[in-house]
């Protein structure tokens, strides 16, 4: 936290969009991490805990109660950086599309700790942490996704890029939810029904069916997480395979030689 951003209490609740009670209710349950002790015992908040506390804002709001979240917490790396806490932010959202929330430019400046120019308010529409209303300064807020795309905005991306990027992710997305739909359907809740259980037990089974959710969500999260890094990897992987074919006068093992044979 030393070189990154540091926050007081009340910077890092209004950064979240929460209630300082709130954040320190987190903290005293165990969920997010004490904060740094500065000079006469002020407590700094780093973009880690800034990360961890809309998380945890995420999964309540997807009904988990403090137990699961802190069952989920308790899953993630002990060294998990900001970056990927807002993916799993971010992909734990897009399981409730209707979380969206009304907000003013201004509550979404703040939300994101700098001004937002014309072009930066529709690189986040662009990705989907925004969506237009009819007022030009009133959006619609994906809470999830707007600490990511927030991070997006300093890299050089066009705006074609980013709305081309999305189709493919809502694509890919819509796809492994309905296999992953079907798969669990026709092979547990089906049989299952089929069974002809006790009213009780087949509202038990909803139950649990409903306790999955989050634990697809973090293995969907995990296994984007690597596919992401492999694929990363793989360009600079066969430039070194292109740098360690060439020989000394610059041909590779097989090449022709200099007079071109």
Do not use: C
């Not at 908040?45 to 403090?66: D, M, N, S, V």
């Not at 994101?112 to 986040?124: F, I, K, N, V």
């Not at 925004?130 to 999830?144: N, Y």
């Amino acid at each position: 936290m030393a070189n990154g951003p540091r926050w007081t209490v009340e910077e890092l609740a209004d950064r979240a969009g929460v209630t300082v009670r709130t954040l320190r209710f987190y903290a005293a349950k165990g969920l997010l991490p004490p904060p740094e002790l500065g000079a006469r015992r002020v407590g700094w908040y780093g973009a880690e805990h800034l990360g961890r506390l809309e998380l945890i804002e995420e999964l309540q709001r997807q009904g988990l109660t403090l137990a699961a979240i802190d069952r989920y917490l308790t899953q993630l790396p002990q060294d998990i950086g900001e970056l990927d806490l807002a993916i799993h932010r971010a992909l734990v959202a897009s399981w409730t599309p209707e979380s969206a929330e009304e907000a003013h430019r201004d509550q979404i400046e703040r939300r994101a700790g700098r001004p937002l120019s014309d072009a930066d308010l529709d690189s986040l529409a662009a990705m989907g942490a925004l969506h237009r209303t009819a007022d030009p300064d009133v959006f619609k807020l994906d809470p999830g996704l707007l600490p990511l795309g927030v991070r997006v905005l300093d890299v050089p991306i066009p705006l074609e890029t980013l709305l081309a990027a999305r189709a493919v992710v809502r694509l890919h997305s819509r796809a492994t939810a309905h296999d992953l739909h079907r798969l669990f359907r026709d092979t547990v809740w089906r049989p299952y029904r089929e069974s002809d259980p006790p009213p009780e037990e087949l509202d038990r089974m909803r139950e649990l069916a409903d306790r999955i959710q989050p634990v697809v969500v973090q293995a969907l999260v995990t296994a984007f997480q690597r596919s992401l890094a492999e694929e990363l990897a793989r360009p600079q992987a066969e430039d070194r395979q292109t740098e360690g074919g060439q020989g000394e006068d610059g041909r590779g093992e097989d090449g022709p030689g200099r007079d071109g044979r």
